[in-house]
Nanobody, 123 residues
């Protein structure tokens, strides 16, 4: 059974930082590209960042480029999202997901999803 479990969300002031983690089990983690998405109430799921299976390639949404960094540790079956210079508009539920097709900004390219972790940025 595949499980993706996010952690590290919370409440932070604008300008602050958070590091999200996503621990994977039940799949050959190093064979999958990984992505982070976010979604607010009533909104569509929005692409945030993606990383290739090896970690050698990354891709970011324009809204977070230069502030967020995606990374992975295949030995620990974990993908991370370091979020710096957070803004109130970054407030959302953040989800990690896995894709055997490679990096993509399209949510339907990802087959497995975590349950999400709430990030709230106060002004």
């Amino acid at each position: 059974q595949v499980q993706l479990v996010e952690s590290g969300g919370g409440l932070v002031q604008a300008g602050g930082s958070l590091r999200l983690s996503c621990a994977a089990s039940g799949l050959t983690f190093s064979s999958y590209a990984m992505g982070w998405f976010r979604q607010g109430l009533g909104n569509e799921r929005e692409f945030v960042a993606a990383i290739s299976w090896s970690g050698g390639s990354t891709y970011y949404a324009a809204s977070v480029k230069g502030r967020f960094t995606i990374s992975r540790d295949n030995a620990k079956n974990t993908v991370y999202l370091q979020m710096n210079s957070l803004k109130p508009e970054d407030t959302d539920v953040y989800y990690c997901a896995s894709s055997w097709r490679g990096m993509s900004e399209l949510s339907n390219e990802y087959g497995y999803w975590g349950q999400g972790t709430q990030v709230t940025v106060s002004s």
